[in-house]
Every structure is written in structure tokens, then in C-alpha cells.
DNA sequence: TTGTAAGCGTTATCAT
DNA sequence: ATGATAACGCTTACAA
């Protein structure tokens, strides 16, 4: 089996609170240099690792962070739990992915609270769904150190919350600067709520200028590409006039929907503009590469961390709430004119 | 703080094993209707819920998976992931992720070591970076339970491993097929080695024809894709002749490679058949859609998790090495004569 | 400078 | 049918 400090006490004729003593360098001044020589000698050779989970039983530290998300495969959650994963191990701590979706989201809280989680990150969009704000509520006793991911409309204290209103502003300015003239809302129906920032600004905009939204709502699909790809061939089938600029709500949609214009000869930006969001890299490399908003995942998981440690140690400090901008990123798939012509025509650009 | 099985036999007046029998329902039939009936009742008003910390130091599991893997950002690893989190997730077990680097294999190695793990996905290709073959002699005392993932040769007892063979044999006769003469092969540096199955079958195929491999090594970069397509206005900068057709080693490295080549004016496939490997599913939504190699993850992940639930419960259980064939689909990228054409003019067509 | 002992929250083996 | 008690491996206050 495992060897235990106690295994190594025996070994040399100590006690075991020596061994630990020296073994976690807490007290270890206290020792006689022989002994702590000895000690570190006998783990070395033979091969002491310290037990974690009878550490996290003892001390008030379990050393462990969790990560509680929506269960779906997209492009953003991936990246984000690369993120925090890194951070997390860098400092001594591992990260455990908790995914829940609206079916088992009240369980997979449970679960998450049965670990005794130093702290969580808690995609806060999942406080939106039925269940998890009740379960809240009713685990009054003990909430972890939490901080809310990407929303700011939370019950949680601390918060990194992306914001759209410029990027979008910007965007639909663009849009209509390239000579869009009517710009449609491609998302899963769910999205159309004033709570999605992105679809209330460009409500806003819209409406600001007299126009009403185009929404389009996505079919189900076993992914969001194909979804996408599918709402836009219904769409056309059913003879619905298409707007002449789609602003998607990922680039992930956006890809199956420039894949549906294209098999329907429908040529992008020349007769549809297309943005996305998330800038998901690939999305540079394309034929006509995406104009997409860019979003800093990195600071946001840094600036997260950092308030979920801050919160860790100092339980009573103030609340601290970041909001983050997204960028635009200019690129092919709205490029209506040519550069030049797009500058030299608009004082106020936006973007790279 | 937390509700204790102590704190609810208090409550109530009873000790604290009779409600810990009732509360895991193990000895629970030998406890009066009544008594349980209370325990339950006190246990769901005062919010109990057991501490999986205390459960694991007592007992002799701790629901604790770990996947020992690169730290990358691909897209495979990524998915790899997902499909292992939602496999163990299912089975009431969490999943912590360790990543690891050259240059920290082994302490990555040591940190998952400490966790008492039930079980371990090992991305054994990590086997073959200098360090960890020698941290898993040095820790002969206690190994736990694992399997191997995406290599037969390792040094684990259990592995799934993918096999390239068939599909990268079936790709170089598609190639040669619609005409390719020069086949070239795009990958790290490191890869190009008989260790990498698919290079080494590669380079068997090419060999066979009496021709040698051309192996274009990705320069350094930020991303694969971005590495690729350097790599690939490199070479044309410095007047290489590009072979006809490059095989590279994975999607996200081809979509850099379609991009310089585009922006070199050298159309795919007409010029250039361009063959990638993974299957990232955006790939199928390109302008060119991608030929590729497609992977059984999810089988593979489904097979690892049985052969290491199966390592789990039955140590001393006999091997398991299961090896799983990638498939070759073809798409428009190496599609250098019609569908039709195609067809008919070879019997033997593989893939979808 | 080192040893003794209590305790973290469980589970499980004894008694009763 | 229920209770007392030991044990898992560790940390730490207190005693020597």
C-alpha cells in the first residue's frame, strides 16, 4: 500500500507529528536538523506522498476548486475550462468540471457541494434555469466561495461579466455602413430575451433607427453548425426573403449558416454579410474569414480567479464585480466594400 | 457550517452509526420503520448531505477519476475530455483533469499521485516524454488502477488504442487514385517518427512505390494553425515545389495549410489535394470541405471507461488492449475528378 | 526538541 | 434495534 507518515515515525523511532511537522515545513524551525534530515532522507527513499483527501478532511482546505457549467460541447465552455484549469493547478489546486443542464441541474449542485469545494466558478447563465436558484435558497447553511461567470445579473457577490453593448453597437453600425439594410438575429430561439445582451442591443439599435428585430430561431439539430446549416435551408425553402446581413449569435452557427448560403448560391458579404461571436480561431483561416466578436476569454478566467481567491481568504471582503468588453473584429465576411473605400467613408472605425 | 450525521443523531437522540446506517441505506433493513422514517426526515430539513472527503479517507474508494494528459489546446483533447467527464460523471464518480508538459511531467504526475484516484485515463503518448517512466518505476509501491489511452505501445496493462493502418493506407491509394503524384506529409517536427502510426504508414505506402516520404515540418507558432500556415509560406518563399497532394496531421494544421495556400493562389484540390485527420466537426462546413481521417472518440472513450471500471473492480483481471480502426472520409479536398468519375473508375472506395 | 492526544466526518465491527 | 468505539491519515495544541 501507500506509505504514511506514521511508516515513516516507526521507521526511524520518532513520533508522527515530528514526521509531519517536518514533512509540511509548518513548524519545522523547531527541529533539530539531524531529525529533519533524517525525516526527509526516509520519505525521499521510501517514496512518501502526502495523502490529499486526509489533508482536506483535517484542514480547513480541500485544495480543490470546482466548475460549474452547462454540459454542452461548445467551442466558448471548452476554452474557458482550459483556462481556469491552468490557473487553478499553477496555484496547488485542481479543478473539477461539474457540467448540468436543466434536467439534472439541481443534482449536479448537490454533487458539487458534497466535495467541500474551496471554491466555484459558476457559469451564471445556469441561474437562469428552473431548479438552481431554488436549491440555492434551500442550502442556506453553506454557499462556497463562488464567483459568477459572464453575466452580471446574478445572485452571486462576485462577478466577471462580458459586456456586448459596444461591440455590438459597433457591429451593427458597420453592418450598416457596408449598406446592410435589413440585419437578421440568428440564435436558439431561448436567446430572444432582453436578459441575452447581445439580442437587446441589437433590439435596441433596431429599434432606434425604426426598424423592428428579424429573428431567427434555430432548429434542433445534433449540433449548433448543423442546426444552423438546417434553420437557413428551411428558412429559404419556406421562400422567406433573407436579410441581407445575419449577425449570429456564435461562430459556430455562423459556419453552418455561411455553409447554407453558400449551397443556396448566396454569396457572402456580397449578398449576405455575416458576424459571428467568440472568435473562435479557426474562423480567421476560412475562405471568407469571419467578422466575429472578440471576447477576452483569458482576462476574464485571470480576473475570475483572482476574485475567487480574494473571496477564498477573505470571506467578508467587498464585492467585486468586473465587466469585460468584447471587441469587434472586422473581417471578409462583412467587408461589403473594399477597405479603402470602407475607411476613407467612415471616420469612426471600430476593430482590427 | 455543515450538517453532520453527529449533529442530526443529536438532534434527535440517537447515536451517530444508526443514522449513518440509515443514511447509506447498507445496514438499513435491521432500523426501525420509525427511527428511519425520523432520520430521514431530520436529515432532509436539516439540509444534510454527506461529505465526500470523510467518505473517501474511511472507506477505499473515493470517486475520484484523473486524467493524466497533455496540456494543449487541441480540439481533440478537448473533446477527449468531454466524453470522459460525462462517462464518469454518469457513474457517480468526478473527473479531475492533470495536465501535463515536458517540462512538468513529473510533478503533474506526483500531484495526481497524492489524490488517491480510483482510476486514471492516461494519455500514454505522455509515456514517451522523458521523466515519467521513470517516476512510475520509482512509485512501484503503489500504481493505481489505469488505461491507457491512444497507444498500443506503453507500459500500461489495460489501453485503447487507434489504429491508422487501414485509413491512412485507403487515403494515400485516394490520393494516388485521382492522380496525386507527390504526397507530402505536414506534422511537428517530433513526428515524424515509426512510433507515429500514421507517419510510419505513411512512409511504408510511399516506400512500397518505390518513392521516398516528404515530410514538411511545422515551424513554431502560436496555434496549429497558424504554425501551418507559416510553415507553408516558408516554403514556398524558399522556392520549394510543393508535392500535389499533403497529408497533414491533423484538421486544425490543414485548415492553416488551405489558408497559405489560398493566399498563394494554389487551389485546393485542383493543385494541391489536402487530406487533414481528427474530424473536427467545422470541418465539414468549410468552402472546401475537408478529407480526413475520422476517430472513434467516443467509442474509445466509452471502451476506456469499461476497461477501467473493470481494472477497478477486478485487479487481477486479465488485459485488456482493444485497438479501434480510424475511418477515411473523403470530401471535396481531395476530390480532383468528379464523384462520378470517382466511382466508377475504382471498385475499391473506402470512407464516407 | 520531541511526544501525546484530540479531532476532522465517515463507516463498520463489535457489544448490548 | 441501537449504541459505543475504533479506524482512515493527517494537523496541531499541549505536555514533557
Chains 1, 2 share one sequence.
Not at 483556462?83 to 493547478?89: C, P, T, Y
Not at 462556497?144 to 452571486?156: A, D, E, K, L, R
Not at 476574464?300 to 464585492?319: E, F, G, I, N, V
Request: proline letters at 5%; hydrophobic letters at 40%; a negative charge.
Amino acid at each position: 500500500m501507500r506509505v504514511t507518515i506514521k511508516e515513516i515515525a516507526k521507521e526511524l523511532g520518532l513520533s508522527h507529528s515530528t514526521v509531519s511537522r517536518v514533512l509540511n515545513d509548518r513548524q519545522s524551525s523547531i527541529v533539530s536538523d539531524t531529525t529533519r534530515d533524517r525525516i526527509l532522507d526516509a520519505a525521499r527513499t521510501m517514496g512518501y506522498r502526502p495523502n490529499r483527501i486526509a489533508q482536506a478532511l483535517k484542514g480547513e482546505q480541500t485544495r480543490l476548486i470546482g466548475v460549474f457549467m452547462p454540459d454542452g460541447r461548445d467551442y466558448f465552455f471548452r476554452e474557458v475550462l482550459y483556462h481556469l484549469r491552468a490557473l487553478v493547478e499553477q496555484n496547488g489546486y485542481e479543478l473539477i468540471p461539474f457540467a448540468a443542464s436543466h434536467s439534472n441541474i439541481n443534482e449536479s449542485w448537490l454533487r458539487l457541494l458534497r466535495w467541500d469545494l474551496d471554491g466555484v466558478f459558476v457559469f451564471d447563465y445556469l441561474f437562469h434555469m428552473d431548479g438552481l436558484g431554488k436549491a440555492l435558497e434551500y442550502h442556506t447553511g453553506y454557499v462556497p466561495p463562488m464567483v459568477g461567470m459572464f453575466n452580471p445579473n446574478s445572485q452571486i457577490t462576485d462577478f466577471v461579466a462580458l459586456k456586448f453593448n459596444n461591440a455590438v453597437n459597433s457591429l451593427m453600425q458597420h453592418l450598416v455602413d457596408v449598406g446592410c439594410k435589413t440585419i437578421g438575429y440568428v440564435a436558439p430561439a431561448t436567446s430572444f430575451v432582453p436578459l441575452e445582451e447581445r439580442y437587446a442591443v441589437y433590439a435596441d439599435f433596431l429599434e432606434q433607427r425604426g426598424q423592428s428585430p428579424f429573428s431567427i430561431p434555430l432548429v434542433e439539430g445534433e449540433s449548433l453548425c448543423e442546426a444552423a446549416k438546417q434553420t437557413i435551408d428551411e428558412f429559404l425553402s419556406m421562400n422567406g426573403s433573407l436579410p441581407d446581413a445575419l449577425f449570429c449569435q456564435n461562430d459556430e452557427i455562423a459556419l453552418g449558416v455561411q455553409s447554407a448560403l453558400r449551397s443556396h448560391g448566396l454569396a457572402v458579404p456580397s449578398r449576405v454579410a455575416l458576424a459571428g461571436c467568440d472568435d473562435i480561431p479557426y474562423m480567421a483561416y476560412l475562405e471568407t474569414p469571419l467578422t466575429t466578436l472578440t471576447l477576452p476569454v483569458a482576462t476574464a478566467c485571470h480576473t475570475a480567479w483572482k476574485a475567487l481567491q480574494r473571496r477564498m481568504s477573505l470571506p467578508d471582503s467587498s464585492p467585486m464585480q468586473v465587466f469585460l468588453e468584447a471587441e469587434l473584429t472586422i473581417r471578409s465576411s462583412t467587408m461589403r466594400i473594399t477597405d479603402r473605400d470602407y475607411v476613407s467613408a467612415n471616420s469612426l472605425i471600430t476593430g482590427t
